[in-house]
T-cell receptor
Framework: GENVEQHPSTLSVQEGDSAVIKCTYSDSASNYFPWYKQELGKRPQLIIDIRSNVGEKKDQRIAVTLNKTAKHFSLHITETQPEDSAVYFCAARTSGTYKYIFGTGTRLKVLA | DADVTQTPRNRITKTGKRIMLECSQTKGHDRMYWYRQDPGLGLRLIYYSFDVKDINKGEISDGYSVSRQAQAKFSLSLESAIPNQTALYFC?????????FGPGTRLLVL
């Protein structure tokens, strides 16, 4: 069935360093890939997304890349700050449906 | 996002009890979802509904049922709660771009 794998499950970086979170999806019909940030005790919120007709998208310090052939997509956070500490989820949505499959999450800790 | 609300926010219940979690939205979205979140397992889809007459099972629907009373309301029921249904439950809505989550309901089944 449909599946999204996410790695790593935890990630610690020093403030100012970069962080990379990777996801792999199984359904080749997936065409939309959002990333959500969930701060402690709060709801997941969309931070960036990418569609299958685009290879890369940037928004200030965050970027997402997509490799359709390999069915991989990644989140890149540069110049990390303590407020970037949170759990990050990737997801994939299949073309023609609005069903989302989520990865298992990455707990990012930015050490001051 | 105050446009998607959930009640109750916290609930403690006992094994075997019936419990209902409610979700309301003012976004006017047709698509609504119920997820549960467990540590290390991410967000798993329980049920989803694309309009009032369309309800679909997700990955983990066993032990749960839903009701879509109106476009704005989507309720999740646990007919006979068991301890492994202890989790954080999120309702979400969707527009053509992405999903919007409610604040979550923390459920503890003793």
């Amino acid at each position: 069935g449909e599946n999204v794998e996410q790695h790593p499950s935890t990630l610690s970086v020093q403030e100012g360093d970069s962080a990379v979170i990777k996801c792999t999806y199984s359904d080749s019909a997936s065409n939309y890939f959002p990333w959500y940030k969930q701060e402690l005790g709060k709801r997941p919120q969309l931070i960036i997304d990418i569609r299958s007709n685009v290879g890369e998208k940037k928004d200030q310090r965050i970027a997402v890349t997509l490799n359709k052939t390999a069915k991989h997509f990644s989140l890149h956070i540069t110049e990390t700050q303590p407020e970037d500490s949170a759990v990050y989820f990737c997801a994939a949505r299949t073309s023609g449906t609005y069903k989302y499959i989520f990865g298992t999450g990455t707990r990012l800790k930015v050490l001051a | 996002d105050a446009d998607v609300t959930q009640t109750p926010r916290n609930r403690i219940t006992k094994t075997g009890k019936r419990i209902m979690l409610e979700c309301s939205q003012t976004k006017g979205h047709d698509r609504m979802y119920w997820y549960r979140q467990d540590p290390g397992l991410g967000l798993r889809l329980i049920y989803y509904s694309f309009d009032v007459k369309d309800i679909n099972k997700g990955e983990i629907s066993d032990g749960y049922s839903v009701s879509r009373q109106a476009q704005a309301k989507f309720s999740l029921s646990l007919e006979s709660a068991i301890p492994n249904q202890t989790a954080l439950y999120f309702c979400a809505t969707s527009d053509p771009r992405t999903q919007y989550f409610g604040p979550g309901t923390r459920l503890l089944v003793l």
